[in-house]
């Protein structure tokens, strides 16, 4: 599972990949290093109570989770689209709105 200090870094990673306009390398940060960010989006079955589940995304911050992931998700897209431009601008989005707690 992801940390908060590990989050920020692979951010970084995939803006870095993107300014210099390596869409193979761009892709594989997201579906490689940051599948696991998908995970906190989703609601997992506690297992000690019955019909209860615990969200992943509370120690982070339900919103900026799923907009961050919003982001990374559109990032991904025009990574598969080749549209390097609007995966950059992206990829920022998702870098500034993770910054903000």
């Known amino acids: 599972m992801l940390s908060e200090d590990a989050i920020a870094p692979l951010l ?6 993107l300014e210099s ?3 193979d390398q761009a892709r594989l940060t997201i ?6 960010f998908e995970r906190l989006t989703r609601p997992i079955a506690d297992s ?8 992943p995304a509370a120690d982070f911050g339900v919103d ?3 907009e961050t992931w919003d982001q990374i998700r ?3 897209r025009a990574v598969n ?8 601008k ?8 993770w910054a903000r707690p």
Request: proline share 0%; aromatic share 2%; charged share 25%.
């Open 48 to 55: 000690t109570r019955t019909l209860q589940f615990i969200d």
């Open 81 to 88: 689209a080749n549209n390097a431009k609007l995966a950059l």
């Open 90 to 97: 992206c990829a920022k989005a998702a870098t500034e709105r």
């Open 12 to 17: 970084a990673e995939l803006v870095e990949h």
């Open 74 to 76: 559109q990032c991904l």
């Open 64 to 66: 900026r989770v799923h």
């Open 31 to 36: 579906v490689g290093r940051l599948a696991d």
């Open 21 to 23: 306009a390596s869409l």
